[in-house]
C-alpha cells in the first residue's frame, strides 16, 4: 500500500490537469480534481504545505524549470518528498536533486531534505532515457550545465529570507508593531 500511495503522488504531481481518486479497502485515499499544481500539493500533503511552498521559474534556451520548492518549516530528516518531472516523466536523478541540495547548502543541515516539485522542459535531443528498463533513470549530453541551471532557479527561490523562513517574519512583524502600534508592509 505504501508503494502504491508513492506511485500515486507522482501521477497526481505530474498531473494536475486530470483528477484522480483512490479507494482501498473501501476507504477513499486520495480524490483530487483539476487544480493548479500549489493546491495539489495541498491536497495531497496538507494545507501547511500551501503557505509553505515557494514557487520556482527559470528558462535557460533550450531549458525551462517550473515548480515548488519548500521553505524550512518543511524540511524533512528523511527522503521521500522531492520530485523531479523530466518533459511531465518522473526521474530519479542524484547528480540533478543534488542540485537543489546544493541551493539549501547554508540553509539546512546534512542529512536534512527540503521538499521540492520540479519540472525540467528539454529537448528530446538532450537526454536519453534508455539507461534502466523502468526509465526512472536519465543521461543527459549537459549534465552539469542542467544542474547549475536548477540550482540556480532554486537559489533565486530562496533569496528572500522572509519568505524561507516564516517564524522569522511572524516575529519580525510582531516585534515591529509592538514597538510602533502600527505596521506598514511593503506591497
Do not use: C
Not at 504531481?13 to 500549489?38: A, C, G, H, W
Not at 521540492?116 to 526512472?136: E, M, R
Amino acid at each position: 500500500q505504501r508503494y502504491i500511495n508513492k506511485v500515486m503522488r507522482r501521477f497526481m504531481l505530474s498531473r494536475p490537469d486530470v483528477s484522480f481518486k483512490m479507494i482501498s479497502n473501501k476507504k477513499t485515499v486520495y480524490d483530487v480534481p483539476i487544480q493548479e499544481l500549489s493546491n495539489r500539493i495541498s491536497a495531497i500533503y496538507g494545507e501547511n504545505y500551501n503557505s509553505n511552498i515557494l514557487p520556482v521559474i527559470m528558462e535557460k534556451d533550450p531549458y525551462k524549470i517550473s515548480g515548488f520548492a519548500g521553505n524550512l518549516s518543511i524540511i524533512r530528516k528523511r527522503q521521500g518528498e522531492q520530485y523531479l518531472f523530466l518533459n511531465g516523466r518522473f526521474i530519479h536523478n542524484r547528480l540533478l536533486n543534488s542540485a537543489v541540495y546544493s541551493a539549501y547548502q547554508s540553509l539546512v543541515k546534512r542529512g536534512e531534505f527540503p521538499f521540492f516539485t520540479l519540472f525540467l522542459d528539454a529537448p528530446n535531443h538532450s537526454f536519453d532515457v534508455n539507461v534502466h528498463p523502468a526509465k526512472l533513470e536519465v543521461r543527459f549530453k549537459n549534465e552539469w550545465q542542467i544542474y547549475h541551471i536548477i540550482k540556480s532557479a532554486v537559489s533565486m527561490s530562496l533569496t528572500d529570507i522572509i519568505k524561507v523562513i516564516p517564524e522569522y517574519s511572524k516575529y519580525y512583524l510582531k516585534s515591529k508593531f509592538d514597538s510602533q502600534n502600527e505596521i506598514s508592509l511593503p506591497l
